[in-house]
């Protein structure tokens, strides 16, 4: 029996964040993802951004709830653990990452 493909590709992930606005402006400002649109969300409440970069899926970060505290989360816990970006150049990506001012998580991993 031949099943038809119907589930074709990932469109989006989401990231529920404290500032959406200012996490989706680091993603546009250092890692070069583009801004494919917003969402008003009504009065008093942040917007909800899409971002994309290149031609996979894309990135939607929205407000996280203001009542909820988030446990410190280890890579190994269950749930989604962290996104994978394609680099054309590692050196560049690193130095970009590093003047951005983040940090490295973990030791370093053989290819």
Sequence with gaps: MVV???FTSIEHVAIAARDPERLAGWYT???????R????NGPGKP???LLELGHGP?????AAA???????????DPGFA????????FEAAHARLTQAGARAEGGERQA
């Design 37 to 40: 649109s917003t969402f008003d």
């Design 4 to 6: 038809a493909q119907v």
């Design 66 to 76: 203001a009542d909820r505290q988030s446990a410190q989360r280890d890579n190994g």
């Design 29 to 35: 400002a250092t890692l070069g993802f583009r801004t």
């Design 82 to 89: 962290h996104l994978a970006i394609t680099v054309s150049d």
């Design 47 to 49: 917007k909800t951004w």
């Design 58 to 62: 894309m990135l939607e970060v929205f």
